[in-house]
């Protein structure tokens, strides 16, 4: 069993109004250090695959097929072997 | 200049109704192999800070105040420092 950690950002030329709103909210408490705000997603799966390749393969083709939009988004992601007791 | 990327994630004991349907919709790709998926929030933010230890004083002081819920997420972050031009 392997635990793949996909993160799915906004690219870098896309507004992100999320972003600002957080970040307006985080200037209002009184960080005034803090700038540049960009949300994304987190998504945590697991996958039953008999190689960590396997894993990898198939989470990216998940993110392609699914998780991630192509045209704004982009993704990353790590696979982790979980070991099962 | 620090960019501190967090993510921010539902406690293991809270039901996740977004991660279910996308589960959902990854069975319905074909992708059996996938289960457990649960949904976070991914936040980069830059904080202009004189150390590390001060900016992660910054994400942390942020998150406990605005991005998590303590009830019900946890959140994790890493910063990095960022070379300016």
Redesign the interface.
């Known amino acids: 069993m392997y635990l793949s950690k996909i993160?799915?950002?906004l690219r870098k030329s896309i507004l992100d109004p999320q972003?600002k709103a957080?970040?307006h909210?985080?200037h209002s408490?009184g960080?005034e250090?803090?700038?540049?705000?960009?949300?994304?997603?987190?998504?945590?799966?697991?996958?039953?695959?008999s190689s960590k390749n396997e894993a990898e393969l198939?989470t990216r083709?998940?993110c392609q097929?699914?998780?991630a939009n192509p045209v704004m988004e982009d993704f990353s992601f790590v696979v982790e072997e979980v070991k099962e007791d």
Chains 1, 2 share one sequence.
């Open positions: 993160t799915v950002t972003g957080v970040e909210g985080i408490l960080f250090s803090v700038e540049d705000v960009r949300i994304g997603k987190f998504i945590e799966l697991s996958v039953n695959a198939v083709d998940v097929k699914l998780l």
